[in-house]
């Protein structure tokens, strides 16, 4: 199970004088479902391009299956599958058509495409619209049919990059199940996306990039373990005096403590018994309080720490 | 050879756009050939024309010696109206107008504004008298500026084409035998039109599909080679040019009943090559192009500009000669030539060699264009 599968190595890559990829490091091993989440533009797609030949870069190294990669590694291609961003099939074929094609770009055994199209177009729940062009197609099946050419060959390796942009709830579960589902199936997986609740609900590790650079790495937990919050606590508060708001911010482990569009937010680094303590603190000075949550951190609160921006922003 | 296979389904659908070009393009060949009567044929270059002598000079009168020779000559009133009835009335089908001050112009060696004719729009033998003009006056006006009298000038230029119009007469005479209709001429000379723009508009949407970066992009994932890919799609539209210029000359032999004497075959040869031109340039239009649309439009600029400055809607004969100067830079202008060639339509003296020759320039053209069409698309295949 520890075999590495992917082994980048100080990839730069630029465009004129934009640095698209800044000494980039990732190993992904067998059996992984890796996430590699960044906003939009901190490089995942040139990252995914990089890896798989389709742009050359200007430094560092790519090695897939234990061999480098190039355009012309088809032992490594022949075990790859990609699903890209953009939704690449022919307008002019049908789903089945279009899976046919790509499977039989890897299959030349006519029975074996065959078995292998139809398991496809059942993988992916598009029984019902074999003969539909992709034009008929809502988003959401569209999405499925580009996921459909992508695994039709039954890759050991497979590459997502942002499978779910623009589909709706319903296809979205589908598609994650199926990721997972290959997953289980022995499928080794990468996944892009800038949706942290889609890459920690199916990943088991995760880099974190911006701007061209990897900023954090580790699973769901460890990512969270690395930053200082562990706790957000909002409490609905109409008036406020500033004393105790501050007094609030001398609590034990609480580093943040403000008062902001009628709620006042409480920011915690570990401890036990963080809410019951900011309760009592309102409750003995007569505060009126509305609603109140308390929240863990996402893992948009590790990328809010290490960048200073939230990885909603840019969406 | 899947690649090929897909090649040729995308083929399918794009194909009915192309339908348009093909359905005009028949439909003006099968005009043309009702039109055209079957037994008149291109050699028979007598001409039923009047010439005014507005100049009255011992230098027209030269002239209208010349032109009168081998033509039926009629004379009419010195008067608009008398001239356009007659034309009107096919009396004559040319009227041949020397303006004064014929002879002081091309003494200078000037050989703009010497004549205001008139041709009837519904014979196309006008086009033996315009060249017949042209070269007197070209001749001429040569003569004068190297330094011959006027009158010297006349003389030489009398004897040369003497010579020349007998010597074409002859082989026109000849070439009687070949029954190269008027219809068969038309058709091979239309085709450009159609095998250019049907390829364009089939070919080019299939090629910018195959290679549309997704899709491309997903294909190179793959482990079938680079090479192979090129291979297929190359071959595909080769078939397809093949196929569509096949059923082109079939069409346009069986139209004329199936004749093929030695000038058939080689105006069909010559169709051949120009199938293999217009595929050179539907490969470089599909890498220039960004979209479907462009394509259209690409097609209509390309197919149309270059048939109307080519000749292949109207007569070379009838093109000017700055423009003319200019086709020549374009390959349609060599295939028509060689066609009114065959044909027996132009001052182009009809032997393998000629003909060797303008196919020559014609596969020069196809290589050029193929090694663009190459450098372009690598050029594409670098700038990712
Ligand atoms: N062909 C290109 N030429 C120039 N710059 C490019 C090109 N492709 C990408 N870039 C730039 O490189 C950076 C990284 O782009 P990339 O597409 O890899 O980001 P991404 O993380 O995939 O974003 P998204 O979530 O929008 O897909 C961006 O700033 C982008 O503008
Ligand atoms: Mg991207």
Same mark, same amino acid.
């Given at each position: ?33 890796? !996430? %590699? ?13 990089? %890896? ?66 139809? @398991? ?16 008929? %197609? ?6 499925? %049919?580009?996921?459909?050419? !992508? ?26 199940? !199926? ?59 109409? @008036? ?30 570990? =401890? ?35 960048? =200073? ?7 | 050879?899947? /690649? ?68 039926? /000559?009629?004379? +009419? ?13 096919? /009396?004559?089908?040319?009227? /041949? ?117 997704? +899709? ?135 032997? +393998? ?7 020559? +320039? ?23």
């Amino acid at each position: 199970m520890e075999n590495v599968v992917v082994k980048i190595e100080n990839l730069v890559k630029k465009y004129k004088e934009l640095t698209a990829l800044d000494h980039l490091n990732l190993e992904i091993k067998e059996g992984e479902v890796f !996430g %590699l989440l960044g906003p939009n533009g901190s490089g995942k797609t040139t990252t995914i391009s990089c %890896l798989l030949s389709l742009l050359s870069f200007d430094e560092g190294s790519v090695e897939v299956f234990g061999k480098e990669m190039t355009p012309v590694n088809y032992e490594a291609k022949k075990q790859i599958g990609i699903i890209m961003q953009n939704v690449a099939v022919f307008e002019e074929l049908t789903v089945y058509e279009n899976i046919d094609y790509f499977c039989g770009l890897y299959i030349k055994d006519k029975a074996l495409k065959k078995q292998y199209v139809e @398991e496809a177009i059942e993988f992916v729940g598009l029984g019902d619209f074999k003969k539909f062009h992709p034009k008929k %197609l809502s988003g959401g099946l569209l999405r499925r %049919l580009n996921i459909a050419c !992508g695994i039709a060959h039954k890759p050991k390796l497979i590459i997502l990059d942002e499978p779910t942009v623009a589909v709706d709830p319903q296809s979205r579960n589908k598609i994650l199940e !199926g990721i997972v589902e290959l997953n289980k199936q022995g499928a080794t997986i990468i996944y892009t996306s800038h949706y942290m609740e889609e890459v920690e609900q199916i990943c088991t590790r995760i880099a974190i990039m911006d701007k061209g650079k990897k900023i954090a790495e580790g699973t769901t937990d460890q990512l969270k373990r690395m930053i200082k919050n562990t706790e957000t606590i909002e409490i609905e508060v109409k @008036e406020i005096s500033d004393e105790i708001i501050s007094e609030a911010g001398k609590l034990p482990h609480v580093y943040e403590a403000l008062h902001n569009d009628g709620k006042l937010i409480i920011r915690c680094s570990g =401890g036990k018994h963080n809410l019951i303590r900011v309760l009592d603190l309102l409750q003995n000075n007569n505060v009126n309080f509305g609603r109140v949550y308390s929240e863990l951190p996402t893992l948009n609160d590790v990328f809010l720490e290490i960048t =200073g921006t939230a990885l909603r922003d840019s969406e | 050879m899947q /690649v090929l296979n897909v090649f040729f389904k995308v083929l399918k659908k794009k194909f009915p756009s192309a339908l348009a070009y093909i359905i005009v393009f028949f439909s003006i060949a099968i005009a043309m050939a009702n039109m055209g009567g079957t037994t008149e044929s291109f050699e028979d270059t007598r001409v039923t024309l009047s010439v005014i002598d507005r100049d009255k000079t011992e230098t027209s009168k030269a002239f209208v010696d010349y032109i009168s020779k081998n033509n039926k /000559v009629v004379s +009419i009133e010195d008067d608009e109206r008398a001239i356009t009835d007659s034309i009107y009335n096919e /009396v004559v089908s040319y009227v /041949v107008v020397i303006n004064e001050g014929y002879e002081s112009k091309i003494s200078t060696g000037e050989t703009e504004g010497l004549f205001s004719n008139y041709k009837s729009p519904k014979s196309s033998k006008g086009v033996f008298i315009d060249g017949k003009i042209d070269l007197y006056t070209k001749t001429l006006s040569a003569y004068i500026l190297n330094g011959n009298t006027t009158d010297e000038a006349v003389k030489k230029t009398s004897e040369t084409l003497g010579d020349e119009v007998e010597v074409k007469l002859e082989s026109f005479k000849k070439d009687k035998s070949s029954e190269f209709s008027e219809s068969f001429a038309f058709y091979f000379q239309y085709l450009p039109y159609g095998i250019l723009s049907v390829l364009i508009t089939a070919l080019s949407p299939v090629l910018l599909t195959l290679n549309k970066k997704e +899709i491309k992009d997903r294909t190179n994932c793959s482990c079938i080679k680079f090479s192979s890919q090129t291979a297929q799609m190359i071959l595909g539209s080769f078939i397809f040019a093949i196929v569509l210029w096949a059923v082109f000359a079939f069409a346009g032999v069986m139209m004329n009943d199936g004749a093929l004497s030695e000038r058939h075959l080689l105006a069909v040869l010559n169709s051949f090559v120009f199938a293999l031109i217009s595929l050179a340039i539907a490969l470089i239009v599909s890498n220039l192009a960004k979209t479907q649309e462009s394509v259209g439009m690409l097609a209509n600029i390309v197919g149309l500009g270059m048939s109307f400055l080519c000749g292949v809607f109207v007569p070379q004969s009838l093109l000017g000669e700055g423009v003319l100067n200019v086709a020549r830079i374009l390959p349609a202008y060599w295939y028509v030539r060689a066609n009114d060639m065959l044909a027996g339509i132009n001052n182009d003296v009809y032997s +393998i060699g000629n003909f060797m020759k303008f196919l020559g +320039i014609e596969i020069a053209f196809a290589v050029v264009l193929f090694v663009v069409a190459i450098v372009i698309s690598r050029m594409k295949k670098r700038a990712y």
